[in-house]
Nanobody
Framework: QVHVVESGGGLVQPGGSMRLSCAAS????????MGWYRQAPGEQRSLVARINRAGDTDYADSVKGRFTISRDSARIAVYLQMNTLKPEDTAIYYC?????????WGQGTQVTVSS
């Protein structure tokens, strides 16, 4: 079993910045692919950013140039630096760990962008 925990959400004003953190523990057999997804009320969960074992990254078009995903492989952790935040970035952000064909999810952290 893999345990995934996010932290760092909260309230921020438009144009502000926020950093989310995610750490995975448990039955980690190799450096997994990890990523961030988000879900706003009434919408489906969608990809924000992800990073594979080789360190290649992929971003949703709506966050390119504003968000940066990075990882600490030694700690099996991933981070999401979010800059120039917009009200439409408001959502619950979930960390994903993909290992051996299985998705593991954290409990989610609320990010609210509002003045």
């Amino acid at each position: 079993q893999v345990h995934v925990v996010e932290s760092g959400g909260g309230l921020v004003q438009p144009g502000g910045s926020m950093r989310l953190s995610c750490a995975a523990s448990g039955s980690i057999y190799e450096i997994p692919a990890m990523g961030w997804y988000r879900q706003a009320p009434g919408e489906q969960r969608s990809l924000v950013a992800r990073i594979n074992r080789a360190g290649d990254t992929d971003y949703a078009d709506s966050v390119k140039g504003r968000f940066t995903i990075s990882r600490d492989s030694a700690r099996i952790a991933v981070y999401l630096q979010m800059n120039t935040l917009k009200p439409e970035d408001t959502a619950i952000y979930y960390c994903n760990v993909f290992q051996v064909g299985v998705d593991y999810w954290g409990q989610g952290t609320q990010v609210t962008v509002s003045s």
